[in-house]
């Protein structure tokens, strides 16, 4: 075969790549106009709507929010969103309580490892708001675990229910990253990064870690866990002595947490909401919960089905690849109030 046909045949397989690149390019943006447009047909608005749990007084309330599974935001909402927390959601159901006057107690109720320090750092901030602006209480009850940033969202909570087996504590910071530069070095392959100053790859998985980066990332963290103890301390009212001592990372189960300090009763969901309304005379208080756009059946049932009818349906990999955009890559890992690591 001569050079000229050479020639020819990889020009017409750039030309077949390309215009395979092309095509799945344009049918990604197909997909996503489509799925937008299904989600605001079907998912309509997504303002907070309202569901009576337990009914009672209209005129004095009791918000249910529910925090279940890793706090972070994962950039999916409405019709095909992943399930599981959804940050946007839950921080509309936060103003939604604020805005609400009838509005006269809340139970927060806990299963999470934790999660993202910025999300995880903007509940509490509401938390603390709505207790200081509408002097509503508050009572958390962790439910199979309620670790790290999960114990962070509940430690301002006026009183904090757990029980005997409930995973609490890991009171921490956690930044987790994989370094390869030895293997890259014995297979021959060289980080050639250019950077405008020597920490600026700061936490990068392809060169040795020096010590300058442990130190400035060690005190990174140790400033975001000093945040953590304070929180824990002004919440419990302890001081930030003994809370160190409790908070080196370690877990508790909720027998142990009421014994050191870190959870005030043993007690199910449905025990700390009878002791909220008992102490704080809401006995006729209706129960409420909230939900953002469609109903719980569409999002799992019809928008799933019909997502894969149409074959827009996020595949498990898109949701996987967001979650871990969300905590971090190896190239830059996240700081993070969550038990186990990322």
């Not at 095909?80 to 604020?98: D, W």
């Not at 947490?257 to 704080?280: F, S, T």
């Amino acid at each position: 075969m001569n050079k000229r046909r050479w020639v020819a045949i990889i020009i017409a397989v750039v030309l077949l790549v390309f215009s395979i690149v092309s095509s799945s390019i344009t049918q990604k943006s197909e997909n996503e106009k489509q799925m937008g447009q299904i989600n605001e047909l079907l998912y309509g608005n997504d303002d907070v709507q309202e569901q009576v749990e337990e009914a009672g007084t209209s005129d004095q309330k009791i918000v249910k929010l529910v925090v279940e599974g890793t706090i972070v935001d994962d950039g999916t909402s409405g019709l095909f969103s992943s399930g599981g927390y959804n940050h946007e959601s839950f921080m509309k159901q936060l103003a939604a309580i604020k805005a609400d006057p009838q509005v006269k107690g809340i139970l927060l109720e806990i299963n999470s490892p934790g999660g993202s320090v910025y999300e995880t750092a903007e509940i509490t901030r509401a938390l603390k708001d709505i207790q200081k602006d509408k002097k509503i209480p508050i009572y958390a009850t962790m439910e199979s675990q309620a670790a790290s940033g999960g114990y962070y969202i509940a430690a301002s909570s006026d009183k904090i229910f757990a029980t005997e087996d409930t995973m609490t504590g890991s009171i921490g910071v956690i930044m987790s990253s994989m370094n390869y530069s030895g293997l890259m070095e014995k297979l021959g392959i060289a980080d050639s990064t250019i950077k405008s100053g020597a920490l600026k790859d700061i936490g990068s998985s392809s060169r040795p870690q020096t010590e300058q980066d442990k130190e400035v990332l060690q005190a990174f963290v140790d400033s975001m866990y000093g945040r953590f103890v304070k929180v824990v301390a002004e919440g419990r009212k302890m001081n930030e002595t003994d809370v160190r001592k409790l908070a080196d990372g370690r877990i508790y189960d909720g027998a142990q947490a009421v014994d050191n300090g870190l959870v005030d009763e043993i007690g199910y969901p449905d025990q700390a909401l009878q002791a909220l309304k008992k102490d704080k005379k809401l006995s006729d208080a209706q129960v409420v919960t909230y939900t953002t756009g469609a109903t719980n059946f569409i999002n799992t049932w019809l928008g799933s089905s019909l997502a894969e009818f149409q074959g827009i349906k996020p595949s498990q990999e898109d949701l996987v690849k967001k979650i871990v955009e969300s905590v971090g890559t190896p190239q830059a890992p996240k700081a993070m109030y969550l038990y186990g690591g990322e």
